[in-house]
């Protein structure tokens, strides 16, 4: 009887190769490529508002809304067939005192004329907690102005919003935003 010959066990770093493994791995050029727009089209299609036609914040100066400050905001609207809807936009703190925020809002048309609104934003509920959304201390809120309206005048609209809160520094206030979009 002949003695089965002796197998050589070879230690694991000579058996596995590196160059192999990574080689299956990495991508090649037009792999890379391909990738690279699969990445930036999948963002595009998610990033793309097709409705807005205005979405702008104005960064109050140390969350303290002076009532002389006005927040102006400037829109061009082409298109005077089209129905819209006006979105106001608020950021406060906690340190906000207070459970709503009154504004004037005044419209400057492309003709000069101006009009004027007095609103009310409920920022807090009666328990006082904060109505809007975030995950931090810091809440969004976003109330829908005017639903639907036709713009007469095509040309260019300054919106223009002031506190109303009967105190000359408004603490607490982070941003003051306005969004148009189609409806």
Sequence with gaps: MKA??????????????P????????LHYPEKKILLLFV???????????????????????????ARNKMKFDVTIPDTGLRYNIYLKVRN????????????????FPDGKVSRDTLELTLADYD???LGSGIGS?????FLFRQGIM?????????????????????????IGLRIEKQ
């Design 151 to 175: 713009f007469r005048q095509k040309g260019r609209y300054q919106f223009e919003m002031e506190q109303a809160m009967r105190v000359r520094d408004l603490k607490g206030i982070r941003d």
């Design 128 to 130: 006082g907690r904060w």
């Design 93 to 108: 703190a906690p340190e906000y005192a207070y459970s709503n925020l009154f504004l004037f809002l005044n419209t400057l």
């Design 4 to 17: 089965a010959p002796a197998r050589m066990i070879l230690p694991v770093s000579i058996i596995y190769k």
């Design 19 to 26: 160059s192999t493994c990574y080689s299956s791995m990495m």
């Design 40 to 66: 930036l089209f999948t963002g595009l299609l998610v990033s793309c508002d097709s409705k807005r036609i205005y979405d702008e914040n104005i960064i109050v100066e140390n969350g303290n809304w002076d």
């Design 138 to 142: 810091v809440k969004f809120s976003k």
